[in-house]
């Protein structure tokens, strides 16, 4: 547990695109990907191990499964992993006539089912959606177009989702029917300058505050639900991804990172690009939601 308010190393694993941390209560670890280095990690925070699993291909999102299983998002859909086995079974083609296309950031609701959007390798624009798979394993198509579909959270009242579409440079809202899982009356939240970094991965405090990522900027902003920013958090590393609260009391915020995009001059400054940080902002998360149904 760090002790710090201020970001620091948590785990140096030199990530390609470290994304998606989701806590694992049950085991009291940090589960992340690493986008393009194709693997999950665990982060054990008892006694600084990370340990990995290479899926052999591409992985955008990660969710624990009420199973004991698995969810991930991956270049060609939703694929079931059993970590005891270490074993994938693609259970649901998403794009999969779009080999330029691959999945990215997701995140399961509280009935359960797990929310993953795409994006262009090339950042087409307009290219890519966000998808929804059904706890019997169908896939509904929830947004498009879309171009680089990003992170996604809801209140604490599941009133609203949270989303980003990268390229739109904005933070926008929905309000959101937890039963039927239907969004409606898209409004933006906050928009973000490009040299302000390009909003990327987020997670929803206990008390609704939005905690977004800004790649390219070094900074997480937490966003009132009004659309005021009252906290910055300030990283080492430029590239930062997304973030998700853990440890024992849900207060330890959780910050992943990259090294793509960088060049051999920026790696040399920020030796840390791809790690895995930790800070006590004074603020607490929420318990992640776990896939319900079909893995
Ligand atoms: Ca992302």
């Not at 087409?124 to 929830?142: E, I, Q, S, W």
């Not at 933070?171 to 933006?188: E, K």
């Not at 990283?235 to 995009?261: M, W």
């Not at 690009?273 to 800070?279: D, I, P, Q």
Request: proline share 6%.
């Amino acid at each position: 547990m760090s002790g710090g308010r201020e970001p620091e190393l948590a785990a140096a694993v030199a990530n390609k695109v470290g994304e998606g941390p989701v806590w694992l209560v049950d085991q009291q670890r940090l589960l992340w990907v690493d986008i393009t280095g194709q693997l999950l990690q665990w982060f054990d925070p008892a006694t600084g191990g990370v340990e990995s699993l290479a899926v052999g291909r591409d992985v955008g999102a990660v969710a624990p499964a009420e199973s004991g299983k698995l969810v991930a998002a991956v270049g060609d859909g939703f694929l079931a992993v059993d970590p005891e086995l270490r074993s994938t079974e693609l259970v649901a083609p998403v794009e999969a006539d779009q080999p330029a296309n691959r999945m990215n950031d997701g995140k399961c609701d509280t009935r359960g089912r797990f929310w993953a959007g795409t994006m262009g390798y090339d950042l087409r624009p307009g290219a890519a959606a966000l998808y929804r798979l059904n706890g019997d394993c169908t896939v509904d198509t929830v947004l498009k177009p879309v171009t680089l579909s990003n992170g996604l959270d809801w209140s604490p009242d599941d009133r609203l989702m949270y989303y980003v579409d990268s390229k739109t440079q904005r933070l926008d809202v929905f309000d959101y029917d937890p039963d039927t899982g239907a969004l409606s009356n898209r409004r933006t939240l906050l928009e973000i300058p490009e040299a302000e970094g390009l909003p990327d991965g987020l997670t929803v405090d206990a008390e609704g505050c939005v905690w977004l990522a800004l790649w390219g900027a070094g900074r997480v902003r937490r966003i009132t639900p009004a659309g005021k920013v009252d906290r910055v958090l300030e990283l080492p590393v430029t590239q930062v991804t997304s973030c998700a609260f853990g440890g024992p009391d849900l207060a330890d915020l959780y910050v992943t990172s990259a090294a793509h995009g960088l060049s051999a001059a920026e790696l040399a400054r920020q030796p840390e690009a791809g790690s895995l940080f930790v800070c006590r902002p004074g603020f607490k998360g929420r318990l992640p939601n776990r896939f319900r149904g079909c893995i």
